[in-house]
Nanobody
Framework: QVDLIESGGGSVQAGGTLRLSCQVTGVNISTYCLGWFRQVSGKEREGVGIMDNTGDPSYADAVKGRFTISRDNAENTLYLQMNNLEIEDTGMYYC?????????????????????????WGKGTLVTVSS
């Protein structure tokens, strides 16, 4: 049984910061590809960033330089530090994991494909950025 629980969402003004957490049970995140995804009502889900099984992060162009993914292996928790938030960052944020440990290439592919290939999803945490 793999479970992912996101937390840390909220309402902030543009330029503000938030830190999202994803508590994972059922897999050892130090050996797994994990990803952050977001969805705005009426739009397709998009990848925000991933951390591959080697611990290297990759980011979508829209968030590069503003968002940082990290993980705490001891806590089995994935984080998404979001700085300089923009109104366009508003959405429901999800973390996700595949059924098997992907190597780095396919892990990045799941981000580029909006989460296709990920099997386990959290329920999400809402981020609202206002002007």
């Amino acid at each position: 049984q793999v479970d992912l629980i996101e937390s840390g969402g909220g309402s902030v003004q543009a330029g503000g910061t938030l830190r999202l957490s994803c508590q994972v049970t059922g897999v050892n995140i130090s050996t797994y590809c994990l990803g952050w995804f977001r969805q705005v009502s009426g739009k397709e889900r998009e990848g925000v960033g991933i951390m591959d099984n080697t611990g290297d992060p990759s980011y979508a162009d829209a968030v590069k330089g503003r968002f940082t993914i990290s993980r705490d292996n001891a806590e089995n928790t994935l984080y998404l530090q979001m700085n300089n938030l923009e109104i366009e960052d508003t959405g429901m944020y999800y973390c996700a994991a595949p059924a098997t440990p992907f190597p780095p290439g396919p892990c990045i592919g799941t981000m580029l494909l909006g989460g296709i290939g990920m099997n386990y999803w959290g329920k999400g945490t809402l981020v609202t950025v206002s002007s």
